[in-house]
């Protein structure tokens, strides 16, 4: 069965200004949102999957990727749904009848950046947690099933020229541009901090809106090996789907 509704999907990496943007779909009001529920599961559910799982790991009773898929797929049926979620949770349910159920899109960001970010939060950090190879397989999948490619969105791009990629990205997706979604006040972000009680959206609380931003880059000359061969090992997934974004 699909959902009468599709689900809305940004298919993100990590640490690649994913939540800010979720945040702006917030702000809409039309459309119900879901923060990460599927890696809320991978790395705290009732058994996680996540590569650094310890025995003291949080473990949330009852939370299942069926119980979220679950809740989500109920809320379809009445309700607009958008998630903000990471590929690689899920593999296990790419069949073409669970693909279905959404309208997908794509953010991506240069491994520099993510790899480096990631690297200043969780030093042990497992290149499994990075998802750009499964990020990739999905955007392949799907340009294979529906014989062209989903919508992809840099966040570069989103913070050089916030007004101008999001409005894109809404024409992609089929959903109206609502540039007043682009501003809000400074303040809490409960809704997006069930990791560690949002110890890596420090930046969203002091912000107030997607604004543009110039652009800079990563010097990796300094960095740790690790994290230059982690940055090499993604960049080829990244490319591959940078030649396919929205450019305006």
């Not at 039309?30 to 790395?43: M, R």
């Not at 998630?83 to 520099?112: C, G, M, Q, V």
């Not at 959206?201 to 960095?223: I, M």
Request: net charge negative.
């Amino acid at each position: 069965m699909v959902v009468a509704n599709p689900i809305l999907a940004l298919w993100a990496v990590p640490r690649s200004t994913s939540t800010a943007f979720e945040w702006m779909m917030r702000q809409r009001g039309d459309l119900t949102c879901f923060h990460e529920p599927f890696g809320e599961v991978w790395y705290q559910g009732e058994n996680p999957d996540w590569p650094r799982l310890q025995p003291d790991s949080v473990r949330t009773p009852g939370l299942t990727y069926d119980k979220v898929w679950t809740d989500l797929a109920a809320t379809a049926e009445t309700q607009r749904v958008f998630i903000k979620d990471f590929p690689h949770y899920i593999t296990s349910f790419w069949t073409d009848e669970f693909l279905a159920n959404f309208t997908h899109s794509f953010l991506i960001r240069h491994p520099a950046k993510t790899v480096t970010s990631m690297f200043k939060h969780w030093p042990d950090f497992h290149v499994a947690e990075t998802a750009f190879a499964e990020q990739r397989e999905l955007f392949d999948r799907l340009t294979d099933l529906h014989g062209k490619p989903p919508p992809v969105i840099d966040s570069e791009d989103v913070l050089a020229n916030p007004h101008s990629v999001v409005a894109a990205w809404c024409d992609a997706v089929g959903i109206a541009f609502l540039p007043e979604a682009l501003s809000w006040e400074p303040g809490a972000r409960d809704e997006v901090s069930w990791w560690d009680g949002g110890s890596f959206h420090e930046n969203l609380r002091n912000s107030d809106g997607l604004k543009p931003q110039p652009k800079t880059s990563v010097d990796l000359d300094d960095a740790p090996a690790r994290v230059k061969d982690v940055v090499a090992e993604l960049l080829p997934h990244y490319e591959h789907l940078h030649a396919n974004r929205i450019a305006v």
